[in-house]
């Protein structure tokens, strides 16, 4: 059983559009992080989040992206307005003091 | 900033060979060093690591790296290649100046996609 699930594993939007992508830990876990990997690249780190505030963040990781733990369990990244270069596989993971483990991935793709 | 180096994109064994996956890094301070593996439509999952202590360091499935200072290497290696072997694979560093969470900020390597043939 993963520590790690995330829904939706697949994820079609139009540009423009809202997407929030989940994640939840199979126990109570401080340290949260997603990356993403456009189709063809490397896996890329966005945010960090430790104790309820994002920690640190990637160039890449705008205004347009947002994280929070809205219940205390549930860990969401939400775009606000998808652009094309949205495009791409968004993992979750878990860790801390520990290596990452990670989730098996949103797919999203914006038409 | 770190970076890490996978040499071959695509790297191609028989059954039974000598599995060889190159990765360089560039590390300000000691590294601590990770193999992933991703099979089709899965997420990551941990191989090995490197933190301190013994330089060769095994892991799960028969795999085994060396971390090489002076080489700035953590090549991975598995004697006999199965056919299950065939995946992505994903050397990476993390960023240790900063502590904390910044232990799981990862640098990875692009990749390198192991094809086995029967």
């Known amino acids: 059983e993963p520590e790690v699930t995330q829904t939706p594993s697949h994820q079609v939007t139009q540009m423009g559009q809202e997407v929030i992508l989940r994640c939840v830990p199979i126990?109570?876990?401080?340290?949260f992080y997603w990356y993403r990997q456009i189709l063809g690249q490397k896996v890329e780190f966005l945010v960090s989040f430790y104790n309820n505030e994002i920690s640190e963040k990637s160039e890449i990781f705008d205004d347009q992206f947002s994280v929070e733990r809205p219940d205390g369990s549930n860990f969401t990244l939400k775009i606000r307005s998808t652009k094309l270069e949205d495009s791409a596989m968004y993992f979750c993971a878990i860790g801390g003091n520990s290596p990452l483990h990670f989730g098996n991935g949103t797919r999203l793709t914006v038409t | 900033a770190q970076s890490v180096t996978q040499l071959g994109s695509h790297v191609s064994v028989s059954e039974g060979a000598l599995v060889l996956l190159r990765c360089n890094y560039s590390s300000s301070v000691p590294p601590y060093l990770f193999w992933y593996v991703q099979y089709p439509n899965q997420g990551l999952q941990l191989l090995l690591k490197?933190?301190?202590?013994?330089?060769l360091v095994k892991g799960i499935n028969g795999f085994e790296a060396e971390f090489k200072k002076s080489e700035t290497s953590f090549h991975l290696t598995k004697p006999s290649a199965h056919m299950s072997d065939a995946a992505e694979y994903f050397c990476?560093?993390?960023?240790?100046?900063?502590?904390?969470?910044?232990?799981?900020?990862?640098?990875f390597g692009q990749g390198t996609i192991l094809t086995v043939h029967p």
């Open positions: 490197y933190t301190t202590g013994a330089t």
């Open positions: 990476a560093v993390s960023d240790l100046e900063g502590g904390g969470t910044s232990y799981g900020k990862l640098t």
């Open positions: 126990s109570n876990h401080l340290y």
